[in-house]
């Protein structure tokens, strides 16, 4: 299987620097970064973003709300799981995540464990979604 083109955005420049490495050192033949952004208005804007089937959305550092956020990312990227990475994993927080059009939320804490099934099952919801409005 070919590594999942993802695009990946965060405003914490330590924690985009740790999670790249860890990207690119031991999930590299199951992720491969397409893009780098620093914020997701960056990355909607961009006028020649790469395609691609995944964006890993860090929150918690920028000033917008995280709710408008993927909902500008979904709005872009109709068809593309959205994984949302996050300092505070509350089930409050999450469903407020999950309900503004992310695919799946893992703790930043837990990324090293937590990421990969966390984009298996939003891939596999999205791709599920797609098929019924079709």
Same mark, same amino acid.
């Given at each position: 299987?070919?590594? /999942?083109?993802?695009?990946?955005?965060? $405003?914490?420049?330590? *924690?985009?620097?740790?999670?790249?490495? +860890? *990207?690119?050192?031991? *999930?590299?033949? %199951?992720? $491969?970064?397409?893009?780098? *952004?620093?914020?997701? $208005?960056?990355?909607?804007?961009?006028?020649?973003?790469?395609?691609? %089937?995944?964006?890993?959305?860090?929150?918690?550092?920028?000033?917008? &709300?995280?709710?408008?956020? /993927?909902? $500008?990312?979904?709005?872009?990227?109709?068809?593309?799981?959205?994984?949302?990475?996050?300092? +505070?994993?509350?089930?409050?927080? %999450?469903?407020?995540?999950?309900?503004?059009?992310?695919?799946?939320?893992?703790?930043? @804490?837990? /990324?090293?464990?937590?990421?990969? &099934?966390?984009?298996?099952?939003? +891939?596999?919801? %999205?791709? @599920?979604?797609?098929?019924?409005?079709?």
């Amino acid at each position: 299987m070919a590594p /999942i083109a993802t695009i990946f955005i965060d $405003a914490n420049e330590s *924690f985009r620097r740790m999670a790249t490495r +860890l *990207f690119t050192h031991h *999930f590299q033949d %199951r992720l $491969a970064l397409a893009a780098i *952004f620093t914020s997701w $208005a960056e990355a909607v804007q961009h006028p020649s973003a790469p395609p691609a %089937r995944l964006v890993l959305l860090g929150i918690g550092s920028e000033g917008a &709300p995280d709710t408008a956020s /993927i909902a $500008a990312l979904r709005t872009r990227w109709l068809d593309v799981a959205i994984v949302v990475l996050v300092y +505070l994993d509350t089930p409050l927080y %999450r469903h407020l995540l999950l309900t503004a059009g992310a695919d799946a939320v893992v703790a930043k @804490e837990q /990324i090293a464990i937590g990421l990969l &099934p966390a984009v298996e099952h939003a +891939l596999i919801n %999205r791709s @599920e979604l797609r098929i019924s409005q079709q």
